[in-house]
């Protein structure tokens, strides 16, 4: 089930398209919790899933997994992606390891 998404824009060549975020309801798994998330890159969709020990922390690994995979696509190297304004980050944490990468807003601790 979707319980949060982010639209954000992939601009390239002169035109603006959506990219598309997805977050999906953490679901018991055997022992522990899986939260499936999605990206609809330019070159297709990716799923993928974070495990935790309980929903929290498997929707907070999804979170920082898909923070991950938005800083360290070719579409962030080429300056390709955005939400709201070009280079303001977008709004997704990382690990403590990660946050070297954070560009714009994204760079503000709380």
Same mark, same amino acid.
């Given at each position: 089930m979707?319980? @949060?998404?982010? *639209?954000?824009?992939y601009r390239a060549n002169g035109s603006d398209k959506p990219l598309e975020v997805?977050?999906? @309801?953490?679901? *018991?798994?055997?022992?522990a919790f899986s939260c499936r998330f999605e990206i609809d890159w330019p070159d297709g969709t990716v799923t993928l899933a974070a495990s935790g020990v309980d929903s929290v922390q498997a929707l907070e690994l999804a979170l920082h997994m898909t923070g991950i995979r938005l800083y360290t696509s070719s579409y962030h190297r080429l300056g390709q992606i955005f939400f709201e304004t070009p280079g303001?980050?977008?709004?997704?944490?990382?690990?403590?390891?990660?946050?070297?990468?954070?560009?714009?807003?994204?760079?503000?601790?709380?």
């Open positions: 979707l319980i @949060a998404k982010r *639209l954000l824009t997805r977050i999906m @309801a953490p679901e *018991l798994d055997g022992n303001a980050g977008y709004g997704f944490p990382v690990p403590p390891n990660a946050r070297e990468m954070l560009i714009g807003e994204d760079k503000i601790q709380f």
